[in-house]
Structures are given as C-alpha cells and as structure tokens.
C-alpha cells in the first residue's frame, strides 16, 4: 500500500469517527467538540494540496518505510 493511499484511508476514517462521535444524533455521540478533529483533519488536507506537506506522509515514509504514491496526490512527492 503507498503512502497516498493509506493518507486517503485514514483522513476519510478520521472525518467519519469524529462526525459519528461529535453529531448529537449519532448512536455513539460523545461530545460537539469532536467536530474540531473533523475541522482539522479538513483544514490539513486543504493546507497540503497547496503545500505539498503532510505530516502523516512524512511519519509513514520515515518511520514505516512506505512508498511514495503516484499521481500527483496532494499528500505524495
């Protein structure tokens, strides 16, 4: 699995744990201020289609060893 794909996974995890978790009409509401990991995650991935830097891509390539993805997604070089 790349990079790329893996970011894509986990972005679209995270939007739908923390809308699930922070909408009071949700079965497993915990607390409104969930919704700022959704703000963050959205902010993040807006912020890298410009810039080309993405945390979590750097941790995967560093850390993992996992390769770049192809394409030219906004979170792979």
Not at 3 to 31: D, H, Q
Request: hydrophobic share 50%; proline share 5%.
């Amino acid at each position: 699995m790349t990079t790329e794909r893996f970011i894509r996974i986990f972005a679209g995890a995270m939007v739908l744990l923390s809308l699930g978790l922070g909408v009071r009409g949700s079965p497993v509401f915990v607390s409104p201020n969930f919704l700022w990991l959704t703000a963050f995650v959205g902010l993040n991935l807006f912020q890298s289609g410009f810039t080309r830097l993405c945390p979590l891509e750097t941790l995967l390539r560093r850390v993992f060893k996992m390769p770049s993805g192809e394409g030219g997604a906004a979170c792979s070089r």
